[in-house]
């Protein structure tokens, strides 16, 4: 499995979005009081719209500063750039933009290239439509031929219809960083509701997905029952291969779903001779299982894909007693779907705190091959690993597994429900009070994936199946710590 060239080419596109910031072109604005027709993107006789702006600005490496305020309607972005465009809300998380009431939910729709755009609050302000229509329905859609695109320190919240954030169509080099999304559509008219996605990443290539926090809080029963994986990676055309795309640096938590359904999924569709994702990694992610009373399929299910690899991974928390689906990952394919071929588990912390862990893992060998597990960390706080009895390798993990750990990894119990990052648009602030998505990041980390000196993780993981840096950015030892946290050197 070619890992290594997959890691190091979307590091390096990552890279390459951000250092093209250091391009200095003219500057424009944008205004809630300005206007398309008059404007000339001055600060003084500023646009009204986005896309307004994107379309007059010179291709010189622009930046578009919108003002405070509420921008309503779709904002379309066709134009393919030679030089990056860079759109910035003035104020971090003060430009707000939304659907206009009684229509369309699609805030922001994009088929051009090299644009960044950051800084933005993107929600759902209307109703539901009248026909219930579900159809292309979602916040933001990056289509092809979008390329070199670029969405980063967005607050993406309460979409009512559909996926929140749908990127598909062979869209290419898409980064999508250090965000936050809440709430995804619902469809609550279904007597059996369809099950969307935060983000639906379907036929593309190079997307990375990093450094972002997933995590619903429904207030209603019923919503909490229909929507599916927090992210899933998928092929659904019969021509294309889904292919090299990253997740690292996440974090996951609050699960509000059916129990059918994982945080992250890599395949779904079906389609005989394609396989659903060739070659994804997730890898650095932290799966917080805080008890919901909703217990889903674990943190992440694999179906229909090939040269998968789950590395340096800190599945922990609660196990949902009862449950009957697995508290760690799934192994399968749909009825239709190719055979799994290669999926490695390295370095993974699957810790449930509470030992009520009744299933790890699900798997099928008729289903799957070129399975492995080397150096992970099994944790049931003190309790025997749940294997099933007759079971095959994919349940064996801890006993196939020659390095495995399975001593306390001291890691936080989640006990009382957490404080969600959920923004307060009037007090310009989360509920914990921070001012930023990456406060919001780095206080969920300490408290739930930080390991203390002294844990059985700490020098334990196999360096050549481990990123250079942890969840947080900090590099690596030369003796790496399991899980996604990096203990600072004594």
Excluded at 110 to 121: M, V, Y
Excluded at 282 to 294: K, V
Excluded at 319 to 326: D, I, L, V
């Amino acid at each position: 499995m070619k890992r290594y060239v997959l890691r190091v080419f979307l590091f390096l596109t990552a890279l390459f979005v951000f250092v093209a910031a250091a391009s200095a072109g003219s500057v424009y604005f944008v205004s809630t009081s300005g206007s398309d027709r008059t404007g000339d993107g001055s600060e003084s006789r500023p646009f009204a719209s986005i896309m307004k702006a994107v379309l007059a600005v010179p291709d010189d490496g622009s930046r578009i500063l919108v003002e405070p305020g509420t921008y309503k309607g779709t904002c379309s972005i066709a134009r393919a750039f030679k030089n990056r465009l860079f759109v910035e809300s003035k104020e971090p998380y003060r430009a707000r933009l939304v659907n206009l009431p009684g229509g369309i939910v699609k805030v922001l729709y994009i088929a051009g290239s090299n644009i960044t755009l950051s800084g933005f609050e993107i929600t759902n302000e209307g109703e539901i439509p009248p026909d219930y229509s579900s159809k292309n329905e979602y916040l933001v859609q990056i289509t092809g031929p979008a390329a070199d695109i670029t969405v980063n320190d967005c607050i993406l919240h309460d979409n009512f219809i559909n996926d929140m954030v749908k990127i598909n169509s062979g869209a290419e080099r898409i980064l999508f960083s250090g965000n936050v999304c809440y709430n995804q559509g619902r469809d609550l008219q279904y007597k059996k509701p369809k099950g969307f996605q935060h983000m639906d990443i379907n036929t593309v290539s190079y997307v990375t997905v990093q450094d972002c926090i997933f995590f619903n809080n429904y207030r209603d029963n019923r919503s909490k029952t229909c929507n599916g994986s927090f992210i899933v990676c998928k092929n659904s055309e019969k021509t294309f291969h889904t292919h090299d795309n990253l997740f690292q640096r996440n974090i996951f938590l609050n699960w509000q779903g059916p129990s059918d359904q994982a945080m992250l999924l890599f395949g779904e569709d079906t389609h005989a001779m394609i396989y659903g994702l060739v070659n994804g990694t997730a890898q650095n992610n932290l799966f917080i299982m805080n008890d919901t009373g909703l217990g889903g399929s674990g943190a992440f299910t694999v179906k229909g894909c090939k040269d998968i690899i789950f590395r340096a991974n800190t599945v922990v928390g609660n196990a949902f007693n009862g449950r009957t689906w697995p508290f760690a990952f799934r192994v399968c394919t749909e009825k239709g779907e190719l055979t799994v071929d290669g999926v490695g588990f390295f370095n993974n912390v699957f810790a449930s705190t509470d030992g009520r862990m009744t299933k790890f893992n699900f798997g099928d060998d008729a289903q799957s091959e070129n399975v492995s597990y080397d150096a992970n960390c099994y944790w049931n706080n003190g309790k025997a690993i749940p294997v099933d009895p007759g079971s095959n390798v994919h349940f064996k993990a801890v006993s196939v597994d020659a390095r495995a750990v399975t001593s306390d990894p001291m890691l936080p119990k989640p006990g009382a429900p957490p404080v969600l990052p959920e923004w307060d648009s009037a007090k310009l602030k989360f509920a914990s009070g921070a001012g930023t998505i990456r406060e919001e990041f780095v206080r969920l980390v300490n408290g739930y994936g930080k390991v203390p000196q002294g844990s059985g993780l700490a020098g334990k993981a196999v360096r050549n199946n481990m990123p250079e840096d942890d969840i947080l950015g900090k590099k690596r030892k030369a003796a790496p710590d399991i899980g996604c946290f990096e203990l600072e050197a004594n």
